[in-house]
């Protein structure tokens, strides 16, 4: 497989990954994305950022770069959930994406496909919903990103 089929490749996971979790793009916050993201103060200022990494009791759990890429996020588009599902259903893809690189250099046949039936997998679409455990549990291919 030439190098730019491999990226046609990895790139129509991060679709295909895109376009099966649309509904969840248009969900809401939900459960405890309150103390996380809605709620959370420290996401709301430069400070706050520096609170996140250098007082651990700042944040419901201590997970800087999780907590950071909200503080980001946040930036860029406020409360509004599509944008963090979409980060959320961005990172499952290119979880997807790495996940078939890694099976392909492994030698392993069929590592497009098997990278397609992980994306694709429906019990990930309540992992996509709520915005914390895309980005940390070791099981989705967020954690990559962000642990």
Do not use: C
Request: net charge positive; glycine share 8%.
């Amino acid at each position: 497989m030439k190098r730019g089929t491999i990226a046609v490749a990895a790139l129509a996971l991060v679709a295909a990954a895109l376009i099966a979790y649309i509904p969840a793009l248009r969900g809401g916050f939900i459960w405890d994305d309150d103390s996380y993201v809605t709620g959370n103060p420290h996401l709301r200022s430069a400070e706050g950022l520096r609170s996140i990494w250098l007082r651990p009791g700042a944040t419901t759990q201590y997970y800087p770069l999780v907590h950071t890429a909200f503080w980001i996020e946040y930036r860029l588009w406020g409360l509004a959930p599509f944008g963090f599902h979409l980060m959320n259903a961005l990172l499952h893809g290119a979880g997807a994406a790495l996940l078939f690189l890694a099976l392909r250099r492994l030698g392993v046949p069929g590592a497009w496909f098997a990278a397609a039936l992980w994306a694709l997998n429906l019990s990930n679409s309540e992992i996509l919903a709520i915005l914390l455990i895309e980005r940390h549990y070791p099981d989705n291919a967020g954690s990559v990103f962000l642990p």
